[in-house]
């Protein structure tokens, strides 16, 4: 337990660092900073799903399928190797941007993640693996080592198609989307799945088999969804992404009719707040599905694509929402973190400010609304908010439990 709370602590390390990242960057709108932006910008985004999502999800699983079976020592060599290529990329990113020792960093973390994945298949027992639970991390690892194919194919693009191809463009696409919508998502169902089973509330083995080829066939499908950017994408592409949308939120439907059915049990288990983070996150994750769904329509994939404001908008309500409060949620409940209901309200308070500003901005360009005079100013101060609220539930990890 010492060890995974110690690690949790790395990773919110991270979360803070991001955060601060994220309003520096912002604040370049306001000011004339001589930084190159375009480098924090990498720095930005490989330090949030490699440094935050990464160490968080993994730590996680080690504690509920690793810790009793796998050498400590072997585990604690992998987790600080894996370090190792994130402060490489700390100190390259942000003054080289994507050259020599930052892409060999990046290429050394590849490496550490796919070491991570076959000491999962390698020391978790025979009775975990039969949980639905494992079936579901173990789909969640496969995408995130698929994921890798985008960026190991960078080298060979950028010397055929080129650096602005869309193949290349579309290779960095592939490997957001199976980071997102596969590694994390699938990774944080795989865990919910986990605290269910803990309620002895598995599914009944018919439904999570619909659940479980409906939600990953969906995972698959939906990748034609970071297509839909290209001017010559077909009607064929939008309807891929539009039947991949639907068997996700069929999938949805199936767990949360099982879910409501057995809320009573889930309540009896939870603290309130838990029970109030559920909740938002079950909303935050609909709304995610019905973005999704809506954006796969030509008329809107076109609107959405070329607007930076609802892109931006949505890649945080995924990151910031569902995947960041879900990881909140699973490191509260197994006793990696302290976390108070004001802090955690403080933090949906910046969180939902911020996704506003954004979402009102990306609407001006189709909606009669009026502009918000000093709007950059305002997405600065709210976002000052966020970070606020996580440097609190950062400082409060090392307070004496009172």
């Known amino acids: 337990m010492k060890l995974a709370q110690k690690h949790t602590k790395i990773a919110l390390g991270y979360f803070l660092l991001i955060a601060l990242l994220g309003v520096f960057l912002r604040m370049f709108a306001v000011f004339e900073i001589p930084v190159n932006y375009k480098f924090l910008v990498h720095t930005h985004s490989h330090i949030a799903l490699m440094g935050w999502v990464y160490t968080a999800l993994t730590t996680l699983i080690y504690q509920l399928f690793l810790k009793d079976n796998i050498p400590l020592k072997k585990y604690k060599i992998l987790f600080w190797a894996m370090q190792c290529t994130l ?11 994507y050259k020599l020792f930052s892409i060999l960093f990046s290429t ?3 490496l550490t993640s796919y070491t991570f994945v076959y000491f ?20 969640a690892l496969i995408y995130m080592v698929f994921s890798s194919l985008g960026p190991l194919s960078l080298g060979i693009i950028m010397n055929t198609a080129g650096k602005g191809s869309a193949l290349y463009r579309n290779s960095i696409y592939f490997y957001l989307h199976f980071q997102y919508n596969g590694w994390f998502i699938v990774a944080l169902i795989g865990l919910f799945f986990y605290f269910l089973e803990t309620f002895s509330l598995a599914l009944p083995s018919t439904i999570f088999k619909k659940f479980h080829y409906l939600f990953n066939i ?4 939906t990748f034609f969804h970071s297509l839909l950017w290209m001017k010559d994408a077909s009607i064929t592409l939008n309807s891929i992404a539009i039947l991949g949308s639907i068997l996700q939120l069929v999938a949805f439907v199936l767990l949360l009719k099982h879910v409501i059915y057995n809320t009573n049990e889930i309540k009896k288990g939870s603290s309130k707040l838990a029970y109030f983070t559920l909740k938002t996150i079950g909303i935050l994750f609909f709304v995610k599905l019905a973005m999704q769904l809506v954006g796969a329509f030509p008329i809107f994939s076109k609107l959405a694509t070329s607007n930076i404001d609802l892109v931006i908008g949505y890649l945080h309500w995924v990151f910031l929402g569902v995947v960041s409060i879900s990881i909140f949620f699973f490191l509260q409940h197994f006793k990696l973190l302290k976390m108070s209901r004001k802090v955690f309200l403080t933090y949906l308070f910046g969180f939902f400010t911020t996704e506003f500003l954004l979402f009102y901005r990306g609407a001006l360009v189709f909606l009669p609304l009026k502009y918000l005079g000093n709007f950059n100013i305002y997405l600065v101060l709210v976002s000052g908010i966020l970070l606020g609220a996580i440097a609190v539930i950062f400082i409060k990890q090392f307070l004496k439990k009172t």
Do not use: D, W
């Open 120 to 139: 999962f298949f390698k020391y978790t027992s025979a009775q975990q693996k039969v949980m639905q639970s494992y079936l579901l991390i173990r789909n």
């Open 108 to 110: 050394l973390f590849l």
């Open 218 to 221: 969906g995972v698959v499908l």
């Open 87 to 97: 402060v490489g990329m700390l100190f390259t990113f942000p003054f080289i941007g």
